[in-house]
């Protein structure tokens, strides 16, 4: 039972934070129809930032990750006015094309820099603490990220369904020629849906920075996931990429401790294929 209830925690901590790395991507894809193949450079870039403030500065990342959202908020919007905006209304593959560039300047600048070592910061306010709960031990670091990383996907939501510029995002998605003619700037939408995707997936590096080694290939798995996360719970559905993510959290905890460790992701990737079969659009997709 202790095993049982172990596994499950680490699933829903792994899936929560999944969740909200694949939450700004989802935003991308479900507005502008565009892929972001630089996402999991994103957060490489925003892991370096928080773990160089924390061994320079002496900031913890529980404080940094602040610095990291708003950072890659402008990363974003940088990345959107310069690369996608001039690829959009070209070739259909000129954005993905466009970001993969983006994703291996990144990353190589990354390796030339800071070299291929893995990097953990040590002497962290929350480093190594653990406590018990239900026979199960947690660990706090992964705890807090998790929490922060459900607050800030809510705080997401909130924006999305209760403002009017989560309305007017929401229009854009729906109809964007209509979007205009209702006097909607979709470009400076289409400026924030990008700002608010890199925030997300900078505010989740910054926490990372807490438990896990920065190094150039960090980001890569992680964007894995947050593709499939999107796909599988549906284009622009920040409840469908919540749900999807858990699920996905928990496969891969479950399979990889009570089946083998190497064959957690076919598992995962495995339930994609069939959702997907089933129901192209994802479990929440409009």
Not at 191 to 218: D, K, N, S
Request: charged share 10%; with cysteine.
């Amino acid at each position: 039972m202790d095993n049982f209830v172990q596994v499950l925690i680490d699933g829903i901590l792994s899936g929560l934070l999944y969740a909200l790395v694949a939450a700004g991507l989802s935003l991308m894809w479900g507005v502008m129809d565009v892929i972001n193949f630089a996402h999991g450079e994103f957060l490489m870039v925003a892991m370096y930032l928080c773990y160089w403030i924390g061994e320079i500065l002496g900031i913890d990342p529980l404080f940094s990750w602040i610095a990291g959202g708003i950072f890659l908020f402008f990363v974003g919007a940088l990345t959107y006015k310069l690369i996608i905006k001039n690829s959009l209304g070209k070739a259909a593959m000129a954005p993905l094309l466009a970001t993969f560039g983006l994703s291996m300047l990144l990353k190589n600048f990354c390796m030339n820099r800071f070299t291929p070592n893995f990097r953990l910061l040590s002497g962290t306010i929350m480093e190594g603490k653990t406590f018990q709960f239900a026979g199960a031990i947690v660990s706090v670091p992964q705890l807090v990220t998790a929490i922060f990383s459900l607050v800030v996907l809510l705080g997401v939501y909130w924006l999305i369904k209760k403002t009017r510029v989560g309305w007017a995002i929401q229009a854009t998605a729906m109809d964007k020629e209509a979007a205009e003619l209702m006097g909607i700037d979709t470009e400076n939408i289409y400026l924030l849906v990008f700002g608010i995707g890199g925030a997300c997936v900078g505010v989740a590096g910054g926490l990372m920075t807490t438990y896990l080694a920065v190094h150039p290939e960090v980001g890569s798995l992680f964007s894995l996931i947050a593709f499939v996360v999107v796909a599988l719970g549906g284009f622009g559905s920040i409840p469908g990429a919540l749900f999807a993510a858990l699920l996905i959290g928990l496969v891969e905890s479950f399979t990889g401790f009570y089946v083998a460790a190497v064959v957690k992701y076919v598992a995962v990737f495995a339930i994609y294929l069939v959702v997907i079969l089933i129901r192209p659009k994802g479990l929440f997709g409009w």
